[in-house]
């Protein structure tokens, strides 16, 4: 698997980041979507944001309109729906590929994660988790794992 540290990522306002600029902390990565029966997961997801950034965690949104067309506005409507409608604080990616063709860098890499089913390979839908521990162990839930599960929450505080 590629070095995740190395992978440019461009954020919702256009400037560039990469997880080497997280070191040291947890990652949740969540392909997100703002018309999607999931959606509402942003709220808890942003309740993780906060009860743990100050123990080592970071949430990370990337919009992506590949399931449904559920994802379809600019970059400024998603921020601007995300910081509205459910108070998010968390960075953002700008909308990103996450199967097919042009799937980014980075979900190259995380696909290949298998989840406690034993999927790997493409992305099912919106909210697909992937907890990035500060030594580089993935591991990967599914969509409709809420982010507040006992699952995720107990993985997260392993990975801290």
Request: charged letters at 20%; one cysteine or more.
């Amino acid at each position: 698997m590629a070095d995740l540290r190395e992978i440019e990522l461009t954020l919702i306002d256009g400037s560039t980041t990469s997880l080497a600029d997280y070191e040291g902390r947890a990652v949740l990565v969540v392909n997100v979507a703002s018309k999607c029966g999931l959606t509402p997961q942003y709220a808890a997801l942003e309740q993780l944001a906060r009860d743990y950034e100050d123990r080592g965690l970071s949430v990370l949104g990337v919009p992506c309109n590949q399931f449904g067309g559920q994802e379809p506005g600019s970059s400024e409507e998603i921020q601007t729906f995300c910081s509205t409608t459910y108070g998010v604080t968390f960075p953002l990616l700008a909308k990103t590929d996450v199967n097919g063709p042009g799937r980014h860098p980075l979900y190259d890499a995380l696909t290949q994660i298998e989840d406690a089913d034993g999927h790997s390979g493409d992305i099912r839908w919106n909210f697909e988790k992937f907890l990035i521990a500060p030594d580089g162990t993935v591991q990967r839930f599914k969509p409709t794992t809420q982010p507040d599960s006992p699952k995720i929450v107990s993985a997260i505080e392993a990975a801290l």
